[in-house]
């Protein structure tokens, strides 16, 4: 199993630019979330879902959207790239059954 | 509101020094505190799950213990393979299942 796969690995983008991080797991989880991890902070819930056509925001989910219209897939959207978006991002599935949470490799995001 | 704290911030131990991490948490109905490990550039990876007050969880040189207010990650005979960031998370009793972080210990093992 591949688990939970991110893409892209890194982008650079300039302030204004819109972009959507991809996310998909193969586990058939119900849950999905989007954490974004700045240096030396933990992960922060930008949004979350609890099943296909279901999401809802997390602690910081301004300038960001998400849509999950398959069990699999859980995109994240920044509609106006802005510096303080600069950050590596974390989407996690987790069963209804069980409560760990498995994680991606993570996106590395620059906006300049 | 849910809030995970980690202690220290940085740890350094030479192989074979046994210490341990601290993670004390204020939660609303504890589901479950998580310990994960993450190395540089990757996702964090699962290591133990402690559902209530008094359980322990090992595995290899880690052993996890929890209390009504605090977790601690004991190391045995650290190995420098085991140097990483050690991340603690709580999930309380909402509906939605995110876990709440705390900024994570960042363990030094030199041979």
């Known amino acids: 199993n591949a688990g939970v796969t991110q893409t892209p690995k890194f982008r650079i983008l300039k302030i204004g630019q819109s972009m959507t991080l991809q996310c998909t797991q193969d586990m058939n989880h119900n849950y999905m979330y989007w954490y974004r991890q700045d240096p030396g902070m933990g992960l922060k819930l930008i949004y979350y879902?609890?099943?296909?056509?279901?999401?809802d925001k997390g602690e910081v989910p301004n300038g960001y959207n998400v849509s999950r219209s398959t069990t699999e897939d859980f995109p994240l959207r920044l509609e106006l790239a802005a510096p303080s978006q600069t950050s590596v991002y974390f989407c996690?599935?987790?069963?209804?059954?069980?409560?760990?949470?498995?994680f991606g490799q993570g996106t590395r995001l620059t906006v300049v | 509101e849910d809030q995970v704290t980690q202690s220290p911030e940085a740890l350094r131990l030479q192989e074979g020094e046994s210490s341990s991490l601290n993670c004390s948490y204020t939660v609303s109905g504890l589901r479950g505190l998580f310990w994960y490990r993450q190395d540089p550039g990757k996702g964090p990876e699962f290591l133990f799950t402690?559902?209530?007050a008094g359980e322990e969880k090992e595995k290899e040189r880690l052993k996890a213990t929890l209390t009504k207010k605090e977790s601690f990650l004991h190391i045995t005979a650290p190995k420098p393979e085991d140097s990483a960031t050690y991340l603690c998370?709580?999930?309380?009793?909402?509906?939605?299942?995110?876990?709440?972080f705390g900024s994570g210990t960042r363990l030094q093992v030199q041979p």
């Open positions: 402690l559902y209530s």
């Open positions: 998370a709580v999930q309380g009793d909402t509906g939605r299942r995110a876990l709440t």
């Open positions: 996690a599935s987790s069963s209804l059954s069980d409560t760990e949470a498995f």
């Open positions: 879902s609890v099943g296909a056509g279901i999401t």
